[in-house]
């Protein structure tokens, strides 16, 4: 059995509790404005290419078996109907300035990343997250690899949009410790014009979730002028309060994707967006506390 990984992280420190391997999966049906791994939205391999690194020695071009690069205006222009991610320019890039990002894992390949860092789990209390993309979107994968885990004493997390069939989320739920949730939008017009899907599906599988007695930390992402408004940030606490989460925990928007979107030929929508200051951060924080919530600002 294979998967799509397109990155696995050691010592992750942001993904659950204590020391972690967070194990990126490729392919997201959501495609959110502000998504800081844009290369993990679509389920196929791509080709990265970091400019900075380019030194225009044109060794890619000479390499490229299919004519799919040129050099133009000073630049190495990749022709993406012609490219098919062979990886020949890859292999000859001197200064690694262009990388193919995503490749099939089998189970065990994965297995064998994770036992690696036992040690620091358990030490730090930690274990593995299962991230992305959408983890989910490759269901058999992940619950094999949840079980695997499950079976040798190794703490999971899932890292999840929630949207799928409930059915998918009840099936794997049994095999994962904690899930990291994210609530974006409460208006579904609004969540689905930034995310491209409709929220329904996400909230109604939180609240079965929560009925099941699973630990769950909701993650709430701060975009401003996307999901800040007062009226937003009511409703979301208005629908949490009567849910059984740990905590509710925010994490402050930042600009630093936009350069992931440049290396992959992608527009950045948010280009403009500011990074939320430490007040308007408190102002959500005590707004959602009225709800009786616990709620912890990730920065």
């Known amino acids: 059995m294979t998967g799509n990984i397109f990155n696995i992280q050691k010592y992750s420190i942001h993904d659950g509790p204590g020391i972690r391997t967070t194990v990126f999966f490729k392919g997201c049906p959501l495609n959110c404005w502000w998504c800081h791994n844009p290369e993990s939205q679509s389920s196929l391999p791509e080709l990265i290419f970091w400019k900075d690194r380019c030194i225009l020695c044109k060794a890619?071009?000479?390499?490229?078996p299919h004519d799919a690069l040129n050099?133009?205006?000073?630049?190495?222009?990749?022709d993406k109907e012609k490219c098919i991610l062979c990886g020949e320019c890859v292999k000859k890039c001197p200064t690694i300035a262009r990388e193919i990002i995503g490749q099939k894992m089998t189970v065990e390949e994965v297995m064998e990343e994770i036992e690696k860092d036992r040690i620091f789990y358990q030490e730090s209390g930690g274990g593995v997250t299962f991230s992305g993309g959408e983890?989910?979107?490759q269901q058999d994968f992940l619950e094999e690899l949840l079980r695997q885990c499950h079976q040798k004493k190794i703490h999971t997390t899932l890292d999840t949009s929630g949207y799928c069939e409930w059915l998918v989320l009840n099936s794997i739920s049994r095999f994962v410790d904690l899930f990291l949730y994210d609530v974006k939008i409460m208006d579904d017009e609004a969540h689905l014009k930034y995310t491209g899907v409709s929220n329904r599906i996400i909230l109604n599988n939180l609240k079965k979730l929560s009925e099941k007695g699973k630990n769950i930390i909701v993650r709430i992402p701060v975009?401003?002028?996307?999901?800040?408004?007062v009226k937003n940030i009511r409703d979301m606490g208005e629908f949490l309060?009567?849910?059984n989460i740990d905590y509710a925990e925010l994490l402050s928007y930042h600009n630093i994707a936009s350069e992931k979107y440049a290396r992959i030929g992608k527009a950045y929508a948010l280009e403009s967006t500011r990074v939320p200051d430490?007040?308007?951060?408190?102002?959500?924080?005590?707004l959602l506390q009225k709800y009786d919530l616990?709620?912890?600002s990730g920065g």
């Open 60 to 64: 890619c071009i000479e390499a490229c």
């Open 71 to 78: 050099f133009k205006d000073a630049l190495i222009i990749t």
């Open 135 to 137: 983890p989910l979107l």
């Open 223 to 229: 975009i401003p002028g996307i999901n800040d408004d």
């Open 241 to 243: 309060k009567p849910i």
């Open 278 to 286: 430490k007040d308007k951060l408190s102002e959500i924080v005590k």
């Open 294 to 296: 616990t709620v912890k």
